[in-house]
């Protein structure tokens, strides 16, 4: 859609001196006042004074960056897409805005989210068409990197709110392992399902943010700390030769649409021909019978998050947040603690398969965005590595009959983040341009 760089040459052009800091801002300012009345992905953006001063040397010297809106900063305000932090700016930013500005990246805007990155969607539109939605929750966050305002944004995800997004708008979206990236000063939908990522134009991307990204220590709840992985400013992350790649057959295949099949087909045999090697793969019912204990789980940890929303702001609350808090709050201690202890035996167990294969490929959406923008779509497809914690990322494949992205979803072992990426590299090598 655009002929803007993307983050990794972004970064490589102003290292060289063969792109200033200030022109890259300033073309992402203009191409957004161009487009920003009918994309709508910002709730705000920073003013032309606090972008420059934000400018300071760093491997992210001069990289605008797209913040989703639950995602605190000290500069611009924090709504969570709700009326009731309407104008609400935080006293510190989050651990992510800190590693970010000290690396020399500029907090260029807050991009739409859904309320409190759960269904109620934004004024958001898909940068393809006008008609469709961009995907949610991080809505903005996926259209803005689409629409080549910014080579990076970050989103978040419970279910499906970075993949399915980054689906619709064709652009990679990634989902690093749970607990790899910083969450403190994230507002939280359920702690024990929230995953931070990134949307980006390539894979190199992705890999980069993530290298730059990722936890540097464990102090958080149940964060980790990803091992440091190869990446080479100039060629970026090695792609894997010869992956030997699951093709994922689910009980939810029935919903996609004869497009979204073909494209996994088609990929398949891209692949094949390419040097992989493929098998197809059916998990154990147990495996998607888990999604009942991930719901649980969201409806509980989603009462406690807005216990206080619930109680003092109830007329401010759309109508999907009330009904996850009274959900949540119907449920029993046993139940939720008998559901936590399903996730961790599952997450133990999807790792025997990546014992025989390096990654799990299958649809990261029922197909195309669907048409108008009060539905962001079903995230079945994705739900599972949320669940489970594991790495997903999605890559543009091809177009719809409608002009529209269709895109593949790779997944990887839990904390493999590494090998995801150098799978996803070779398979981008391999798709028809």
Request: proline share 5%.
């Given at each position: 859609m655009t002929t803007f760089p993307g983050l990794l040459e972004a970064c490589r052009l102003i290292k060289s001196g063969a792109l200033s800091p200030q022109t890259l801002l300033s073309r992402a300012s203009d191409r957004a006042d161009a487009i920003e009345p009918s994309l709508k992905a910002f709730v705000v953006r920073a003013t032309s004074a606090s972008i420059t001063q934000q400018v300071k040397p760093g491997p992210l010297c001069g990289i605008p960056v797209g913040v989703k809106d639950i995602i605190a900063t000290v500069d611009l305000p924090t709504t969570n897409g709700s009326p009731i932090y309407k104008g609400v700016t935080p006293e510190r930013d989050a651990s992510i805005i800190t590693r970010i500005r000290a690396l020399g990246g500029v907090i260029f805007g807050k991009t739409v989210t859904t309320e409190f990155a759960w269904r109620s969607p934004g004024p958001t539109t898909n940068p393809w068409s006008s008609e469709h939605t961009p995907g949610g929750s991080s809505s903005g966050s996926a259209a803005a990197v689409a629409a080549g305002i910014v080579p990076l944004a970050l989103g978040s995800q419970t279910q499906g709110s970075i993949i399915r997004p980054a689906a619709?708008?064709?652009?990679?979206g990634?989902?690093?392992s749970y607990g790899a990236t910083p969450k403190e000063g994230v507002h939280p939908l359920s702690?024990?399902?929230?995953?931070?990522?990134?949307?980006?134009?390539?894979?190199?991307?992705?890999a980069l943010a993530l290298s730059l990204l990722k936890n540097r220590d464990a102090i958080e709840d149940e964060s980790i700390v990803l091992d440091d992985f190869s990446?080479?400013?100039?060629?970026?992350?090695?792609?894997?030769?010869?992956?030997?790649?699951a093709l994922l057959s689910t009980p939810h295949d029935h919903l996609l649409s004869s497009e979204q099949s073909a494209v996994l087909a088609e990929c398949a045999e891209c692949l094949r021909s390419g040097g992989a090697t493929l098998e197809s793969l059916t998990l154990p019912d147990a495996f998607w019978a888990g999604l009942t204990n991930?719901?649980?789980?969201?409806?509980?940890?989603g009462a406690v998050a807005h216990k206080n929303h619930f109680e003092h702001h109830p007329n401010m609350l759309g109508e999907h947040i009330r009904d996850l808090v009274t959900k949540g709050?119907?449920?029993?201690?046993?139940?939720?603690i008998e559901a936590r202890d399903r996730q961790k035996a599952l997450r133990k167990a999807v790792a025997s398969y990546f014992s025989r294969f390096d990654a799990f490929l299958t649809a990261p959406a029922t197909g195309e965005a669907p048409k108008g923008l009060s539905w962001t779509g079903d995230p079945i497809f994705c739900a599972l590595w949320s669940f489970l914690g594991t790495p997903s990322i999605t890559l543009p494949f091809k177009r719809s009959s409608l002009g529209l992205p269709l895109g593949i979803q790779l997944v990887g072992n839990y904390r493999e983040d590494e090998k995801l990426l150098r799978v996803s590299k070779f398979v981008e090598s391999l798709v028809p341009q």
């Open positions: 619709f708008c064709g652009v990679v990634l989902k690093a702690g024990s399902l929230d995953h931070i990522g990134f949307f980006t134009r390539s894979v190199d991307d992705a990446f080479d400013v100039e060629s970026g992350v090695p792609a894997l030769p010869r992956p030997r790649i991930m719901n649980l789980i969201m409806e509980c940890e709050r119907a449920h029993s201690a046993v139940a939720y």
